[in-house]
């Protein structure tokens, strides 16, 4: 059975990117194990769950009810209660990597952990299976090659959360929810393209107007360049969880 290696902060990671992948991944047969900071159990972030102080924009950016539903399945499985440390893992033992995002404030430790830096540069020198959604690509844009330096992505083409979706949810909610829709004063598209050889190997895909699900896989877009594959937004997670299957398989 190929085991594949889901890390996530201890709060805030959005329940639908790592849900959904966990959901289809274990349907189909593998093992996803998950790491945390300290090794205890994570918490999604709940406004993305509760659509607590959303306001009108609720049905627009809370997490839909299968997402919620998988969330929960996910939330009281062995492997997701039982979390490893950050410090024990051990790239080798893993055929594959899975990064889901998270836009809350809580997911800075997580995508500004060294340690997880080095071993998404580890799966990238051994070409091993790496699947990146939304904010996950920040970390894999983060993470340098032992080699040249350079982030591990700088001559893969891939995708991210789109400037204009980051902007138009913090514009949406800013009046009272401030910054939250904001990680970084720097957006995702922004970060991840800066650390690419040229601009074009960012691509947006179609506008991203509905989420897919099981049903509608074209509604969500994706892009693969050899071992690594990467999605844009909770969107695209039904997608983006088959091909990473595909992939794998």
Same mark, same amino acid.
């Given at each position: 059975?190929?085991?594949?290696?889901?890390?996530?902060?201890?709060?805030?990671?959005?329940?639908?990117?790592? =849900?959904?992948?966990?959901?289809? &991944?274990?349907?189909? +047969?593998?093992?996803?194990?998950?790491?945390? $900071?300290?090794?205890? !159990? /994570?918490?999604?972030?709940?406004?993305?769950?509760?659509?607590?102080?959303?306001?009108?924009?609720?049905?627009?950016?809370?997490?839909?009810?299968?997402?919620?539903?998988?969330?929960?399945?996910?939330?009281?499985?062995?492997?997701?209660?039982?979390?490893?440390?950050?410090?024990?893992?051990? =790239?080798?033992?893993?055929?594959? &990597?899975?990064?889901? +995002?998270?836009?809350?404030?809580?997911?800075? $430790?997580?995508?500004? !952990? /060294?340690?997880?830096?080095?071993?998404?540069?580890?799966?990238?020198?051994?070409?091993?299976?790496?699947?990146?959604?939304?904010?996950?690509?920040?970390?894999?844009?983060?993470?340098?090659?032992?080699?040249?330096?350079?982030?591990?992505?700088?001559?893969?083409?891939?995708?991210?959360?789109?400037?204009?979706?980051?902007?138009?949810?913090?514009?949406?909610?800013?009046?009272?929810?401030?910054?939250?829709?904001?990680?970084?004063?720097?957006?995702?598209?922004?970060?991840?393209?800066?650390?690419?050889?040229?601009?074009?190997?960012?691509?947006?895909?179609?506008?991203?107007?509905?989420?897919?699900?099981?049903?509608?896989?074209?509604?969500?877009?994706?892009?693969?360049?050899?071992?690594?594959?990467?999605?844009?937004?909770?969107?695209?997670?039904?997608?983006?969880?088959?091909?990473?299957?595909?992939?794998?398989?």
């Amino acid at each position: 059975m190929k085991k594949v290696l889901v890390p996530l902060p201890d709060y805030g990671f959005d329940p639908t990117e790592a =849900a959904i992948p966990w959901l289809l &991944l274990t349907a189909a +047969g593998y093992d996803v194990q998950f790491a945390t $900071p300290g090794g205890y !159990s /994570a918490m999604a972030d709940l406004r993305m769950l509760r659509g607590t102080d959303l306001g009108i924009w609720k049905w627009v950016l809370t997490a839909r009810k299968d997402a919620v539903m998988a969330y929960h399945q996910m939330s009281n499985s062995d492997a997701f209660c039982n979390p490893i440390p950050y410090t024990d893992i051990v =790239a080798d033992n893993y055929d594959a &990597l899975l990064l889901p +995002g998270g836009h809350d404030k809580g997911v800075r $430790p997580y995508l500004e !952990s /060294a340690l997880l830096q080095q071993v998404v540069s580890h799966f990238f020198v051994t070409q091993k299976p790496v699947g990146a959604i939304c904010h996950g690509v920040v970390l894999a844009a983060r993470s340098k090659h032992p080699q040249t330096g350079l982030s591990v992505l700088h001559t893969y083409k891939t995708t991210a959360l789109l400037q204009s979706q980051e902007l138009m949810a913090y514009r949406l909610t800013r009046l009272w929810l401030k910054d939250y829709y904001l990680t970084y004063p720097v957006t995702v598209q922004a970060e991840v393209t800066a650390e690419l050889q040229d601009a074009a190997q960012f691509l947006t895909g179609p506008l991203p107007l509905k989420r897919d699900d099981a049903r509608h896989l074209r509604r969500g877009f994706t892009v693969l360049d050899r071992h690594y594959l990467s999605a844009r937004w909770p969107g695209d997670a039904y997608h983006f969880a088959t091909d990473f299957i595909a992939l794998l398989g």
